[in-house]
C-alpha cells in the first residue's frame, strides 16, 4: 500500500519535511517513489506538487494524519471531522451525563411511540368489534326466509 506521509531532512533541532510517496513498509528516511512537496514547521512554508498528489490519491495512496491536514490546508481534500477524545475527569463526566441524558431521550421516546402504536392498534380493534356488531344487529333485523318464500 502506497502511504503519503513527512521524510524528515535538515539539521538536528532544526527539521524540514519532504512529503512523499512511499510504499508502507519502507524506512521513514527510505527512498521514496516519488518526491510531492515540501512543509517547513518552522516558518509554516508548505508547497505542495497538486498534480502529483491528486494522481497518487487516486491510485488510491492513504496520507498520514499529519499529511492530510497539510492537504486540507491546501485545498486538495475536504476537511473532516474526527471526533475528538475528551479529557480530564471532568470532561469525562460531562461526556457521560449527556450520553445518559441522550439516551434517556431516545429510550422515553421509544415508549411513546411504542404507545402510539398500541393506542392506534387498539382503536382499530375497536372499529372493527363496532362493524361486526353492526353486521349481526343487521343480520338479526333481516327476517330469515321461509321454505315457503323460497320455494315461490
Do not use: C, H, W
Not at 518526491?35 to 497518487?56: C, H, M, Q, S
Not at 473532516?80 to 479529557?87: N, Q, S
Amino acid at each position: 500500500m502506497i502511504k503519503l506521509r513527512l521524510k524528515r531532512f535538515g539539521k538536528k533541532r532544526e527539521a524540514s519535511f519532504r512529503l512523499v510517496a512511499t510504499n508502507s513498509t519502507s524506512r521513514r528516511d527510505g527512498r521514496p517513489l516519488e518526491e510531492l512537496g515540501f512543509y517547513n514547521p518552522r516558518t509554516k512554508e508548505t508547497r505542495l506538487d497538486t498534480e502529483a498528489i491528486r494522481v497518487r490519491l487516486g491510485q488510491g495512496a492513504q496520507p498520514t494524519d499529519t499529511v492530510r491536514s497539510l492537504l486540507e490546508k491546501g485545498g486538495l481534500i475536504e476537511k473532516t471531522i474526527r471526533p475528538g477524545e475528551t479529557v480530564g475527569k471532568a470532561n469525562q463526566a460531562a461526556a457521560r451525563e449527556a450520553a445518559a441524558k441522550q439516551a434517556e431521550k431516545e429510550a422515553a421516546e421509544a415508549k411513546a411511540a411504542a404507545a402510539e402504536a398500541a393506542a392506534k392498534e387498539a382503536a382499530e380493534a375497536a372499529a372493527k368489534a363496532a362493524e361486526a356488531a353492526e353486521a349481526a344487529a343487521a343480520a338479526a333485523a333481516e327476517p330469515e326466509p321461509t321454505a315457503a318464500s323460497a320455494a315461490a
